[in-house]
């Protein structure tokens, strides 16, 4: 196993600035129709995203209330999903719900890094990024990953408020992020989690 070196690259601030200003377009947008296509929008979605590159960023300080007042209602609409949903049809809603919230930040993600893991890795540690360690066996083609801890990455989400059920959706983010810069279906499991009472967030990466 090797441990891959920090470099500076992928801005997170600006990943979650930029998610705040269009969250109907991040995550509530995509709620409408949890069998997206791959490379395809609704109007609705393609709207979403049109109007969220259209606004400048809120400040976050300025902008906490409203923040707080999304992560409660976000969270109640998981645990309504959890109600009332079957666990199967909620795990595919979730990750197709990361799998868009991946393409639509693809420009930081696999278009910056197009088949080039090891910039997308080192960036994503650096100063800006959101990644604190990886493990990487490259014989096998696996990656565990742990995230900065406290926090995570999506600005809908606070431990404590938002249900457990909501890492399938970050899931399907990293199966749609790591898939598209290698390539090459890959399966992404939970190592651990801050919504499932872990100190972090964690995932394994490895092929299909």
């Not at 049809?89 to 993600?109: D, I, P, S, V």
């Not at 990886?134 to 404590?160: F, M, N, Q, Y």
């Not at 059920?165 to 598209?180: R, V």
Request: net charge positive; aromatic share 6%; proline share 7%.
């Amino acid at each position: 196993m090797e441990r891959q070196p920090a470099a500076a690259g992928v801005d997170r601030q600006t990943f979650l600035k930029t998610c705040l200003a269009g969250l109907s377009g991040c995550a509530c947008a995509g709620l409408g129709s949890p069998a997206v296509a791959a490379e395809s929008k609704s109007p609705a979605l393609a709207a979403a995203d049109e109007a969220a590159r259209s606004r400048s960023p809120v400040p976050a300080a300025a902008d906490d209330g409203a923040l707080d007042a999304v992560r409660v209602r976000y969270a109640t609409l998981v645990e309504l999903i959890g109600r009332h949903v079957p666990e199967e049809t909620q795990r595919t809603l979730f990750r197709e719900l990361g799998r868009e919230c991946a393409r639509q930040f693809k420009a930081m993600t696999w278009e910056k890094f197009p088949g080039d893991l090891d910039g997308f890795l080192a960036a994503a540690r650096g100063p800006n990024g959101w990644i604190a360690g990886i493990d990487r066996d490259r014989e096998a083609g696996t990656l565990t990953i742990a995230d900065r801890p406290t926090s995570c990455s999506c600005p809908l989400v606070k431990p404590g408020l938002t249900p457990a059920a909501q890492c399938e959706c970050t899931l399907g983010w990293q199966e749609e992020t790591y898939s598209k810069i290698l390539g090459r279906p890959v399966r992404a499991s939970l190592v651990e989690s801050l919504l499932r009472g872990g100190k972090r967030c964690a995932f394994r990466i490895e092929p299909r």
